[in-house]
């Protein structure tokens, strides 16, 4: 069984900045894809991007694009989340997952779920 922990969630205006932080207890096949995703209160959780960690390529929702970007430490398994230019909509629960290839812009199947760290964004 493989621990994940997000860390760095708090409060901040909108146009901030918050970076995100998760932790896998390991790394080998069964995290080879990791990502993010996020669940605002009452709608279903989205994903928001997620890493080839074997080639590198990063994929993004589309409501986000641009303005968040996900990054790994040469230590594979800590993965980041730098979120720029928050808007309130952007307000959520943010978990970070990891799973198994295939791991492309259109399969991210998480094995694993980290619990969850709050973002609020206010306006």
């Known amino acids: 069984q493989v621990k994940i922990v997000e860390s760095g969630g708090g409060s901040v205006q909108a146009g901030g900045s918050l970076r995100l932080s998760c932790a896998a207890s390991r790394y080998d096949y069964t995290t080879y894809c990791m990502g993010w995703f996020r669940q605002a209160p009452g709608k279903e959780r989205e994903r928001v991007g997620h890493i080839n960690t074997g080639a590198g390529t990063t994929y993004y929702a589309d409501s986000v694009k641009g303005r968040f970007t996900i990054s790994q430490a040469n230590a594979k398994n800590t993965l980041y989340l730098q979120m720029n230019s928050l808007k309130p909509e952007d307000t959520a629960i943010y978990y970070c997952?990891?799973?198994?290839?295939?791991?492309?812009?259109?399969?991210?199947?998480?094995?694993?779920w980290g619990r969850g760290t709050q973002v609020t964004v206010s306006s």
């Open positions: 997952a990891a799973g198994p290839p295939p791991c492309t812009s259109s399969r991210f199947d998480p094995k694993y």
